[in-house]
């Protein structure tokens, strides 16, 4: 499975990558900015988007907005990280066309399996 992470935070990019690749086992695709993962998105053809909801310029739900006004990227599914998880906020992200939200800061070595249990809840489980 290939997994499109966005983060404007370089620590956090490197410890999503090494917790997608050596825990995880995924194939990692990595943006620093929202309008970056729209064109990885594009290019790359990810089977998830881990989205970071809180970046400069554009956020988590402009470019989720963006993704589905794409006929060619409406149907990758999106997972927004953040840490702002208040109910009215994740009915709000669910809404809007995420398929879940991963509270950060996240466990590195349960990042995957969490992963894996959204993407199963949803209806979009993929291997490995």
């Not at 825990?23 to 620093?32: L, N, R």
């Not at 310029?57 to 990227?73: F, I, W």
């Amino acid at each position: 499975m290939k997994v499109l992470l966005v983060d404007d935070e370089e620590d956090i990019r490197k410890i999503g990558r090494l917790s997608l690749q050596a825990v995880g086992k995924f194939e990692t695709v990595i943006a620093s900015s929202a309008a970056e993962a729209i064109a990885l998105a594009a290019s790359e053809r990810p089977d998830l988007i881990l989205m970071d909801m809180m970046m400069p310029g554009m956020d988590g739900l402009e470019a989720l907005a963006e993704l589905k006004r794409d006929p060619a990227l409406a149907a990758i599914p999106v997972l927004f990280m953040t840490a702002r998880v208040q109910r009215t906020e994740v009915d709000q992200y669910l809404r809007l066309g995420a398929i879940g939200v991963i509270q950060k800061p996240f466990d590195p070595m349960l990042l995957p399996s969490e992963i894996r249990r959204i993407l199963d809840a949803a209806g979009h489980a993929k291997g490995p």
